[in-house]
């Protein structure tokens, strides 16, 4: 059983930055693709971003696409969330989470089967 812890979360101003992690405990980190979800107050989990177990492929949700970046260091058995030019929408709290090992390409949360406890990000305009 993986467990996730994400940090970074934060209030920031509409244009700013942002940089999450989110760190994994277990020896099979480098074994399986990860993700990032978000949720805002009154919608559902919403998919943000993945990435492979070698971190060569990605992809993102079209609402992020060209502003967050997603990426690993399985020495350090941590994936991150770069988030550029944020905006109020942006506003969540953001979950990392541990891809099922047949679930490539999913951007449902059924895809995933370990979440960590969240993040939150507030960006005021």
């Known amino acids: 059983q993986v467990q996730l812890v994400e940090s970074g979360g934060g209030l920031v101003q509409a244009g700013d930055s942002l940089t999450l992690s989110c760190a994994a405990s277990?020896?099979?980190?480098?074994?399986?693709?990860m993700g990032w979800f978000r949720q805002a107050p009154g919608k559902g989990r919403e998919f943000v971003a993945a990435?492979?177990?070698?971190?060569?492929?990605?992809y993102y949700d079209d609402s992020v696409k060209g502003r967050f970046t997603i990426s690993r260091d399985n020495a350090k058995k941590t994936v991150y969330l770069q988030m550029n030019s944020l905006n109020s929408e942006d506003t969540a709290v953001y979950y990392c989470?541990?891809?099922?090992?047949?679930?490539?390409?999913?951007?449902?949360?059924?895809?995933?089967?370990?979440w960590g406890q969240g993040t939150q990000v507030t960006v005021s305009s």
């Open positions: 990435i492979s177990w070698s971190g060569v492929d990605t």
């Open positions: 277990g020896r099979t980190f480098s074994s399986y693709a």
């Open positions: 989470a541990k891809m099922k090992l047949t679930a490539w390409g999913s951007t449902v949360p059924s895809g995933f089967d370990s």
